[in-house]
């Protein structure tokens, strides 16, 4: 049922979802199956098989959920064959609870305590017929001994226990839920007396928008204006419904289910009364609760996917390479911290320099710089763009001016988490003589050199790329942070003898234990000459090397293959291929014409099928190929160093660092982040900003307005825009521009913006990019 649920699903063949549960049962990695198992499911991709892992973590946890209902109710005696046959139709989680909900083991309720006065025939006897009167009826259930002392107390326990049985109807809730999730709006109103600590969320001092389209950013922000005691949020189930209106739309959901009609007849105002206690007292305050937390996982599960994409763009970002680095930590009054790295990352010299404020020691400083750049040969200089880093640009450009011989190029790059690797365990074993402040000029090195081997040794989160990120659920955030570093660092694949034991960790089949111990065996016994030296490393058995092997490289080892991505179970192949060609294989490497002139059908087998043998005939043309672009640099404008300045209409060039559901993030070098509104991105609709750009690409923006005093910066990457410096943000509320033209939105279902139409919210003025713009800090 699992599988083919899934199969349906992912528009897959069962046998192929089959196979890789099989595989990933017995302890197999989704890099793993992607790359090394297409013949065994038929080629599902890494992205599938994430999908395919998640759905069926899911649906095994709804079935074993399943066992415990089944069971509870059957202990209880009331398992019938319809119920049962409902409970085993559910697919899903909330379908499953409702229906077990009338059996729920539960403290004593008003309804339940009714049933054992025995008012339960008074309940049934009105409800099916609404001719008698309510009065009369009950008063045949008086009873001092059962404590129901006149009329109303016995038809207050009747309404009880049909409130109760309403309330608990799985197939009403079903009907009530599917309407609110259609029409609800979610609203908010600021708390009352808190208008002046709630403006970062005035947008939302008056708002309401419906539940089903409110996007996850917004959807965060009222969640935490709320958290935070500044906002009243509520589901308004009746958003288009006039004052006057009779009720709720869901107290005629419930009539009409239970064919309740008012006709003046003795009992149907007693049934009315029912019908709007169940949806007030009971159903109401249950959907809300329901509606808001289904909201907010979604809302989560969109953050978090957002976290995980830019986290993704930013680890497979170019790597500069291995060369000779210099990195600069800048800083005013407490310097500039200086670290020197040789290509392989290993630390040459440290220094911390005073050029500015309040020391200026700007002539020695350069010449420090100097020295050490001449003295170690420095090809790159990596400047962290923190506090200081275009005073500390400026020095080193003007001591490449005066010193023609260097030929060092200087690059900004992100500090974001340097600070927290550098008072991190790891850094105090990978540097245990360097000072904490001089730990993170060599992670800025370092990270130019490569930055996926560098930011896998910082936590996640710690790196600045995400939505909201600290309202999120932080084990489903870490687990999904954990899955992208796991794919990126395969997809690049590790060089054995120099990485580290964060990087090693994520490789398939291996955990930090044995990441130590592979780096423990090779400080103890030198380099590894080949792969199979692996399986001498303690605890790395026979299972770990199949997972890992493949991804694992050998620069200049015994064996050619193990700098490639072959895998050592595929060897025999390339011995065929040598057997055949009568070619050394150091000769078949790179040998374009050669490989051409082969038919890979020739060397499949029961073992190796055809697709596993063309990777290998990519591999052997280019082996070990990297899939990060080629390294480019972005040139900030010379004299726009802080965001005074910006000037309207200025078009610079800068790096994308943060991309989100309603835009992008661009530095230009000023020390704060410009926002690029989702319709000011590009000419044509779009429904999501990583259509047209990605963290770490390199753009050219518009200045369209500048606060100052609030730190704010808007751009555009349509350059024919027009600015408008005296332009304010739309709010998001129905109350919004009232009486004004309203500007065109660029969200799904809308027009989109044409010529110079201004973008909405260009100014950054929503809550959701203040409060995030304060979480990205």
Known sequence: MIINKIAEELSVQPNQVNAAVQLLDE????????????????????????????????????????????????????????????????????????????????????????????????????????????????????????????????????????????????SLLGKIRRYLTENAHLASKVAPGKEKDAAKYKDYFEHSEKYKTVPSHRALAMFRGRNEGLLHIQLDADPQQDDNASGSHCEHLIASHYNILHRNRPADDFLAQV??????????????????????????????????????????????????????????????????????????????????????????????????????????ISIGNGTGSRETDKLVAEMLKNNSDLQAQKIMVSEAGASVYSASELASKELPDLDVSLRG???????????????????????GVGQYQHDVSQSQLGKSLDRVIEDCVNAVGVDLNTASPALLSYVSGLNKTLAHNIVHFRDTNGAFADRKSLLKVERLGPKAFEQAAGFLRIINGTNPLDASAVHPEAYPVVDKIIDTTAVAVNDIIGNTELLKSLSPDTFTSEAFGLPTVQDI????????????????????????????????????????????????????????????????????????PREVVKAGDIVKVKVLEVDVARKRISFTMRLDDTPTPSARPAKNGPTANKGKAQRPRNDKGSKRNTGNAQPQNSAMGNAFADAFAKAKK
């Open 27 to 170: 302890g197999a990695t989704v890099p793993f199956i992607a790359r090394y198992r297409k013949e065994v499911t038929q080629g599902l991709d890494d992205t599938q098989l994430r999908n395919l892992q998640q759905r069926l973590t899911y649906l095994r946890e709804l079935e074993d959920r399943r066992g415990v209902i089944l069971k509870s109710i059957d202990e209880q005696g009331k398992l019938t064959d319809t119920l049962k046959a409902d409970i085993n139709n559910a697919d899903s989680k909330t379908t499953l609870e409702d229906l077990y909900l009338p059996y729920k083991p539960r403290r004593r309720t008003k309804g339940q305590i009714a049933i054992e006065a025995g008012l339960a025939p008074l309940a049934d006897a009105l409800f099916a017929d609404p001719s008698l009167t309510p009065a009369t009826v009950a008063a045949q259930y008086i009873s001092e001994e059962k404590g129901i002392v006149d009329e109303k107390a016995a038809l207050e326990g009747a309404r009880f226990i049909l409130m109760e049985r309403f309330a608990e109807d799985a």
């Open 441 to 463: 000029a060599v992670s800025i090195a370092r990270r130019l050199q490569d930055p996926l081997a560098e930011l896998v040794k910082i936590e996640p989160k710690a790196i």
């Open 275 to 380: 019908v709007q206690w169940t949806w007030k007292i009971k159903i109401a305050l249950h959907m809300e609760t329901e509606l808001f937390s289904t909201l907010r996982e979604r809302a989560e599960e969109e953050a978090i996917e957002v976290f995980a994409k830019n986290l993704n763009d930013l680890l497979m970002a170019a790597p500069a390479g291995a060369k000779t680095t210099m990195g600069l930590d800048p800083g005013l009054r407490t310097g500039v911290k200086v670290a020197v790295v040789d290509k392989t990352g290993k630390v040459l010299a440290t220094n911390t320099i005073f050029p500015h404020v309040p020391q200026n020691q700007w002539d020695k400083s350069m010449r420090t710089l100097t020295t050490l750049c001449k003295q170690y040969k420095v090809e790159l």
């Open 617 to 688: 005939f990519k591999e052997l043309d280019k082996p070990g190929r990297d899939p990060r672009p080629e390294f480019k640099t972005a040139a900030f404008k010379e004299g726009v160093e802080t965001i005074n300045d910006l000037k309207a209409g200025m078009i610079l060039e800068g790096v994308v660092s943060n991309v989100a559901n309603f835009g992008a993030f661009v530095d230009v070098g000023v020390h704060q982040d410009g926002l690029v509104h989702i319709s000011a991105l590009t000419n044509k609709f779009i429904s999501d």
